[in-house]
């Protein structure tokens, strides 16, 4: 008799032991599920029902912030033509290099700064001479010319500005001199000649493509290049504008 109760109180044991084993187990798998939703969990957006996938914006081109409006080129061309000039939010040397105009001027403007070293200090205009000789004795005086590279893109130059106190040529030896040195009507003549080629172009073809930037330290004086695909239209430009 004591016998079969021990047997029975074994067996409960080993149930017992079993059945807590078991919820032990249980508890521990939906820990590691949870914890794997959690760690993969993708935003979900209410509005539209769908996921929204992510991804690490490059450094110089981050995403817009929420509520933020999206600047499209035509914007920033119209603010040069109606004497905007471009801004500049930064201290250090740069080339300018923005995101590609397309599509009628309907696609986003998204400025570019890039931090630039060993950039020219001082000014040397001779290479751009021939094209600067054209235009000395224009009156009214050209604040701002536009030609043919040798490589077929179109450069946009300010004129040479001496200093009426100095007698000395101001410094426009790159971009951000320019823009700390000239005046600011030639700063806006500038500038509203870059956006009237750019809106000149695109009613040539409003799927044309075309890059604006000041890469490069070879000529030591700013000029803006402008880049155009298909590159025929700078030549009709250039014909209709002369």
Known sequence: MEKNNNQKQNKYKKYKIYIIVSVLILIFSIGIALFYLSINKKPYNKNTNMTIKTSTPAPTQPEPREN???VL???IVNEWINGEPLQIPVDYPFYYKPSVCTDDMKSEYIPIFDKAKNLPLEQDYSQFIKH?????????PKLVICFESNSGNLLVVPMPDKDKVTNTYKNFATIQLFMNNAENKQKIAFWKKVGE????????DKKSKITVNTDGHVVPYFHLRIVVDPIGLINEYLTNNP
């Open 132 to 140: 600067i000789n054209k235009h000395i004795n224009d009156d009214p």
């Open 197 to 204: 080629i750019i809106k000149t172009i695109q009613t040539y």
């Open 73 to 75: 080129w035509e914007d």
């Open 68 to 70: 933020e409006k999206i």
